[in-house]
């Protein structure tokens, strides 16, 4: 099929995107061009019209620290939240990272106890067991078998946050975790995935050293855009599983390294 | 009468250490006294009420402005001592103590210039008596390891406010964050910058966290911009702007350093070294057009007929800061570049942070050498910055001593190769380059 395009959706690049979350971006959009996809990236800030939302095929959002986190909390709960939302339950497929996971939650409670409402997308909440209690930071490995997305080899990233995320019931894990800490160190669960939305805790960035999960993405995109499955075309990426086996070398010796 | 002998076991851990090549004792005999006098630091430095004590804190050119201070005052015939680079928490300050003090705890020199981690800047401005406070710069560093800018940012604010008010303070005029922590205190303040004409950068990076009104959150707006969130700024909203910042402008200076984080660097240790000891400022630019480099900061290494300019490279801003000097160099002659990137703790475990260095600004070098505990993170990287050339300009090599072999040898009698390694890449290299094995 000829003339295929996409258009991706980057929620506040300028505000959301501390730990090199921008490498997602830059992922999706050469895998795309590489198999002659034609991207169209939205930048979607602030002051951005919030009925672009409307347009997106691909939705991406990433991390920050928290005078932004503050910042985009109110624009989306005033002004671009409820289209999101429409979005995402209408399976526009989509990955969002630490912090804007856990705005897609039901609530965030501070480390002062202050409990911020979230979106209620994702069934989930997340508390701050406050600010004596350690941050759940270093590398990550994760084995993906959900319902939407299976992936054979381990996916691995590095996580860096305080506040401890809950599965309420129904909700389905993104991943189980092999080493690391994921949502909150206690149910051996990684992230969510809710309709094709995924919301993680891994930054690495996630896509550019597991890019099946980039694919996965833009199948999905293809898919709901036109009604029919499109076959990828596969990549070279022999650099990106060598990248993968110095992570899982280093933290889970012991592990069928093939796998 | 306890310091006494915590200064001698700290001693002769200096010199065992020395002579059995373990390191340099750059912390631990002061981790030892810490742990056995907590108010190690607190007492010698009250016991040398006279000695001019110079803090200095920031993200990038900690390093590179203590030599240039260091330099002017010595040119001026001070006596001073300088904490050893990387030996920047309690434990580095004590064993630089230890290292430069007599046994009854008495320091004789003027001057101590003590490089100082971001973290544990609160902390030391407890202990010691300050008389000369110089902030350079915050950006993106070591999430995992330092934390947010903003947390850094109000940590220090507060401990400003319990600072003698005699303490000079130098703050950098042109990051809107370190600017707004001269405005709470009355302390003897001054503001460093540069000049216009160095202001080329014609939009925001990606590699920003301060462009945001540090007191009302409004979006900033730049009139000129340096590199990253450096510039002149000022808020619509609420009014904040800069003034009075020293630029030089109207100075001829031959600056020693190239590069305009340098110019920096080298502005604030002119503003420090006049204002606070007096020197005039003419006198202080010749001193400082006669410095000379250090390894990793610019020093050129002969090496097997080749040069080598070793420039670490630890955050997305340095990065980008290196990668442009590195271009600029020369206008004939295209360089080589070997990457060096680990994640061991100086380092910081988190490798995510190369995806926010604009590495296709690279893409002018000749060849591209890659390496590292995190090689293929890094060779990754490099595919998609460098796109169709990224098979034809880029070699992969994970042993170091191996990378910088190959890379000498693709380089040209007497051209010149930049090293571009993070912090305890910065430390193998050094050795590697020196014949020493690592132990």
Known sequence: MKNLSLTIGWLYPDLMSTYGDRGNIIVLTKRCEDRGIKVNLEKISLEADKNKIKELDLIFMGGAQDKQQEIVNKDLIENKGSLLKRAIEDEIPSLFICGAYQFLGKYYKTAEGHKIPGLNIFPIYTENPGENVKRLIGNIIIEIRNSKLEIRNFVVGFENHGGRTYLLNGAEPFAQIAYGFGNNDKDKTEGVIYKNAIGTYLHGPILPKNPQIADFLIEKALFKKYGKKIELEKLDDSIEKKAREVVVKKYLSGYNQTK | ?439
């Open chain 2, 1 to 439: 009468m306890i310091n006494a002998l915590l200064i001698l076991l700290g001693k002769s851990l200096i010199k065992f250490g020395n002579t059995l090549n373990i390191g340099s004792g750059s912390t631990w005999p002061g981790h030892i006294a810490l742990k056995l006098n907590k108010n190690f630091i607190k007492q010698i430095s009250s016991k040398n009420k006279n000695l001019k004590i110079v803090l200095i804190a920031g993200t990038n050119g900690k390093t590179t402005t203590s030599k240039l201070i260091k330099h002017i005052l010595e040119k001026n015939s001070l006596k001073v001592f300088h904490n050893e680079a990387g030996a920047n928490l309690l434990n580095g300050i004590a064993s630089s103590f230890i290292k430069n003090s007599n046994l009854s705890g008495k320091l004789p020199y003027d001057v101590a210039i003590f490089e100082i981690d971001e973290n544990t800047l609160p902390l030391i401005l407890r202990e010691i008596n300050h008389y000369s406070i110089l902030l350079l710069n915050l950006f993106r560093d070591q999430l995992d390891r330092y934390g947010e800018v903003n947390t850094i940012a109000k940590n220090w604010q507060q401990a400003l406010k319990k600072v003698d008010k005699n303490t000079f303070l130098f703050l950098n005029g042109d990051d809107p964050q370190i600017y707004s922590l001269g405005q709470e205190n009355d302390l003897k303040t001054y503001y460093f910058g540069i000049s216009d004409k160095y202001m080329d950068q014609k939009e925001i990076p990606h590699d920003v966290d301060s462009v945001y009104c540090p007191n009302c959150s409004h979006k900033l707006n730049y009139s000129k911009m340096s590199y990253s969130h450096l510039g002149k700024f000022k808020c619509y909203n609420c009014g904040f702007k800069q003034e009075k910042v020293e630029t030089f402008a109207d100075q001829k200076i031959n600056y020693p350093l190239f590069g305009k984080y340098n110019i920096y660097n080298t502005n604030a240790a002119i503003l420090l070294t006049s204002k606070a000891f007096n020197i005039p400022t003419e006198k202080v630019i010749e001193f400082t057009e006669e410095f000379k480099p250090a390894f990793g900061r610019q020093e050129i290494v002969k090496y097997k007929g080749k040069n080598i300019i070793v420039l670490l490279s630890k955050n997305p801003t340095g990065f980008n800061q290196s990668i442009e000097a590195t271009i600029n160099y020369s206008k004939d002659e295209k360089p080589n570049a070997l990457v060096v990137l680990n994640d061991r703790i100086p380092d910081g475990r988190d490798v995510s942070w190369i995806w926010d260095v604009d590495f296709n600004d690279l893409s002018l070098a000749k060849k591209i050498i890659i390496s590292g505990d995190r090689t293929f993170d890094l060779a990754i990287r490099f595919k998609y910055a460098l796109n169709d050339s990224f098979e034809q300009k880029t070699i992969i090599e994970e042993d170091l001593e191996k990378a910088i072999n190959t890379a000498v040898s693709q380089t040209e009698e007497n051209k010149t190769l930049f090293i571009l390694p993070t912090y305890s890449a910065m430390l193998e290299t050094r050795k590697i380059l020196g014949g020493k094995k690592i132990l």
